[in-house]
């Protein structure tokens, strides 16, 4: 049971809008002023176009509240369809199966010979976290998640990179930084606290939401993604530390994710290897009979 609740954070951490660890805001003067627009043509330009197939095997090491777990793991997806994970530790012995469509989960203990099948509003409520297919598989491939041609965004230095923010309101996006956890930054003046619940009461009223992408200056490929849910105080920090090459479209080799919001904290990275990108792919997912509902 907890390998399989494990996995199933792993496999939607990415779909609950958040927040995460706010970047160190140091400008490099080499570094050109770009408009936001020009930025956003490029980005959209050298973005990869998705992969109808995607597999991998996989090294998890996921932390919930400061409880680590390390485990191995195959993933598969058939883009806009499904995505499967497979829970495989030491012993090479499947212990777990995870199944998340647009619309629906399902889930195997193969320990306890426990299930679970439902749509994505049961299991929120019975795992506490809103799942999302079409988020999971944006970060499996390394994309700008969200990203709106749209949209209007602002643009920033930060780090040596350049980054694009949706454009709230400024002081929405203050807030959106306040909440982040380990604020601890020098020289920086955080807002007050009567302040701030008056700026989270109009963040609801616009059901505020706050993207931020960091965006490699050579390549124009974005390298990190944050969002902020002001809201319900969540953030979803999603970096692409290492990738592969053009022959795999520029897919993720590590990628590490970060959900926070009030009393929880977990964070994942994964790294990937044996990547292929031919189809078709078999995601069987049949319950024993002898299988009985996880209580």
């Not at 497979?86 to 499947?94: F, K, R």
């Not at 193969?110 to 099948?117: A, E, N, P, R």
């Not at 700026?199 to 969002?227: K, N």
């Amino acid at each position: 049971m907890k390998s399989a609740r494990a996995a199933l954070y792993m496999l939607v951490l990415v779909t609950a809008a958040c927040k995460s660890g706010r970047p160190i805001p140091l400008i490099r003067p080499e570094l050109p002023p770009r408009s936001a627009e020009k930025l956003l043509e490029r980005v959209l330009a050298n973005q990869s176009e998705s992969a109808r197939y995607y597999s991998a095997k996989a090294a998890v090491e996921i932390v919930i509240d400061g409880d680590s777990k390390s485990f191995k793991a195959q993933v598969r997806s058939v883009q806009d369809s499904a995505a499967m994970l497979s829970v495989i530790p030491a012993l090479g012995i499947e212990v777990a199966r995870l199944l998340i469509t647009r619309d629906s989960v399902k889930v195997m203990d193969k320990l306890h010979d426990q299930y679970f099948v439902g749509d994505t509003a049961a299991a929120k409520k019975r795992f506490g976290i809103p799942p999302s297919l079409a988020l999971f598989q944006q970060a499996l491939q390394g994309r700008a998640i969200d990203l709106d041609p749209e949209e209007k965004y602002r643009s920033e230095r930060e780090d040596g990179l350049y980054v694009l923010t949706s454009r709230e309101k400024r002081r929405f996006v203050r807030a959106a930084e306040d909440l982040q956890p380990g604020d601890t930054l020098a020289r920086d003046r955080d807002m007050g606290e009567r302040r701030l619940e008056r700026t989270l009461r109009r963040a609801e009223e616009r059901e505020a939401i706050v993207r931020r992408y960091w965006i490699e200056p050579d390549s124009f490929r974005v390298v990190r993604v944050q969002v902020t849910d002001l809201v319900h105080d969540r953030t979803a920090d999603i970096r692409y530390e290492e990738k592969s090459g053009p022959e795999l479209k520029h897919m993720p080799t590590r990628l590490r994710i970060t959900l926070s919001e009030p009393g929880r904290l977990v964070s994942s990275s994964m790294d990937i290897t044996r990547l292929d990108l031919e189809g078709p792919l078999n995601l069987n997912f049949k319950i024993p009979e002898k299988y009985e509902p996880m209580p």
